[in-house]
Nanobody
Framework: QVQLVESGGRLVQAGGSLRISCAAS????????MGWFRQAPGKEREFVAA????????NYADSVKGRFTISRDNAKNTVYLQMNSLKPGDTAVYYC????????????????WGQGTQVTVSS
């Protein structure tokens, strides 16, 4: 299985920025679509962003569109989520996920998950 480890989560002030990372194991990272999901206390896990195998296609939840940017560096086996203009509602555990790349990106089934990293946005 693909092993994923998130990092970079911390406490930030509303309006601030934060970049979280997901390091993947293996040499086949570039063949996977990658995604970020988040889960706040008492809420269901929700989709945040996804990126296809070569970074040419991205998809974002409406709630983060224009504020968050997903990117990947296949040479480093790493996917990033740059979060700008953070709001208290962004507070959640952020999970990295991987799945076999399919077209369109919305059909990707994310089968592999990291442990999550906590992002807390204070007001």
């Amino acid at each position: 299985q693909v092993q994923l480890v998130e990092s970079g989560g911390r406490l930030v002030q509303a309006g601030g920025s934060l970049r979280i990372s997901c390091a993947a194991s293996g040499r086949t990272f570039s063949s996977y679509a990658m995604g970020w999901f988040r889960q706040a206390p008492g809420k269901e896990r929700e989709f945040v962003a996804a990126i296809n195998w070569n970074g040419g296609t991205t998809n974002y939840a409406d709630s983060v569109k224009g504020r968050f940017t997903i990117s990947r560096d296949n040479a480093k086996n790493t996917v990033y989520l740059q979060m700008n203009s953070l709001k208290p509602g962004d507070t959640a555990v952020y999970y990295c996920a991987a799945g076999v790349n399919t077209v369109p990106i919305g059909t990707v089934r994310f089968d592999y998950w990291g442990q999550g990293t906590q992002v807390t946005v204070s007001s």
